[in-house]
């Protein structure tokens, strides 16, 4: 569909170095992991500093309609458990564009008595999801998806699922894994899910579903490669304060590359499961300098900004949300680049591999797409629109580019609502 004009916003430009202090919305993935174990722990608890976007609440909303019960009125939202025993129900559940409703919440609907029917929008019926359903299938719980292996589909529970073992291929996504892990400890046996497939990408995301699993006393043994087993026992309940967002660090840390000023995120933790803090080596590695402060993070540009900005060859399997932001600023870079292992990121939101190749390269970029990756060379990029295809990380993409070169119209820049409220007005008053 083609934008109107009202879609368009003049992304603003960094007319001189940026010098800022930024606080960020909590950590998507972190809270709705918080959210589905909240809601089959052995009590009630609370989702603190709970991130408040379209992601976290379509899970709220989800867990909900299976019959837990989550207040999200306010900053930290409260979350009483699935109750047993409780009677059938007959649900919806809207997935929205978000992977982990799509993903997490099925296992726990085999725990429920009742059906639940999912769906989201549109291309979430292209987002891969078979692997969960076929494991869950392989697991007790009965799946009636018409044999696509794909959204629409109904989960129909029978109040507790045998569990065991069952072999998957997360080669293209790690919340499969994830998904399975979650509820696994709820299942009679546990589940012990084992690998077989091509390298699982994004593996720091199953390290954060693990620790929050131990957190909650789970027994997760994890000692051997491409294999995960989950034993059964209560979750026990445990209050979660939810850390910032790392990811959605990326466009503010980079907006310091670009106009070669400082900017600084504040509570960046010490240790952290979460991808985004790759960000500190890949920002150094293109000439920034990284240091932690007493406020958090701070990441200070080269002088000259983006065209003092070196091109990198990185291999980014396992942060592959990163892509989006990282090739933007090698697209304005003095150097070549070559981005690599992020075939995976063709089944995010959208093929973000075509999609960045088609954007930054009708800006004028130098840019290759691979199978795998992108290789990126200098070029002189100009003025254009650049379209979001409803992707929060295209998004960030773009008003990157926006913050280097005047004249970019980003179109839908309110997709970054996704896991950042008010993203557009945040980002312009800094600039």
Known sequence: MTATRTDLWPAPVATAPVDAVVSLPGSKSLTNRALVLAAL?????????????????????????????????????????????????????????????????????????????????????NRPVGEVLVALAALGVVIDDGGRGSLPFTVIGEGSVPGGTVVIDASSSSQFVSALLLTGARYEHGVDVRHDGKPIPSLPHIEMTIAMLRDRGVAVDDADANRWAVAPGPVAARDETIEPDLSNAAPFLALAAVSGGSVTVRDWPEATTQAGDALRELLARMGCTVARVAEGLRVTGPTGGHRALQGIDADLHDVGELAPAVAALCALASTPSHLRGIAHIRGHETDRLAALAAELGALGADVTEHPDGLSLAPAPLKAGVFHTYADHRMAHAGVIVGAAVPGVLVEDVATTSKTFPDFPGFWAALL
């Open 41 to 125: 722990s052995d009590g009630p608890s609370v989702v603190r500093r709970a991130l408040r976007s379209r992601d976290t609440l379509l899970m709220a909303q989800a867990l909900t309609a299976l019959g837990a019960r989550i207040d999200t009125s306010g900053d930290d939202w409260a979350v009483t458990p699935l109750a047993a025993g409780a009677e059938p129900i007959a649900a919806e559940v809207d997935c929205g564009l978000a992977g982990t409703v799509m993903r997490f919440v099925p296992p726990v609907a085999g725990l429920v008595r009742g059906t639940v029917a999912f769906d989201g929008d549109p291309h979430m019926r």
